[in-house]
C-alpha cells in the first residue's frame, strides 16, 4: 500500500481511510490488502464525492 499512496500522491493513512470508506475497492489476504489494477484505475477515473 506504500508504493500505492505514493503513486497517487498521499499518505498511507489517507488511503487505509479510503479504503474504509469504498472509495477504493482492496482485498484484503491475510494482514496485506491488495488494490487491482482495475480497481485504482476506476479510483483515477471516476468522479470522487466531496
Same mark, same amino acid.
Given at each position: ?9 498521499? $499518505?498511507?493513512?489517507?488511503? =487505509? %481511510? &479510503? *479504503? ?6 482492496? $482485498?484484503?489476504?491475510?494482514? =496485506? %490488502? &491488495? *488494490? ?15
Amino acid at each position: 500500500m506504500e508504493e500505492t499512496a505514493q503513486l497517487l500522491g498521499i $499518505t498511507r493513512q489517507t488511503l =487505509t %481511510k &479510503y *479504503i474504509k470508506n469504498g472509495r477504493v475497492l482492496a $482485498t484484503q489476504i491475510g494482514g =496485506t %490488502k &491488495y *488494490i487491482s489494477e482495475d480497481n485504482l484505475k476506476k479510483f483515477l477515473t471516476e468522479p470522487q464525492p466531496e
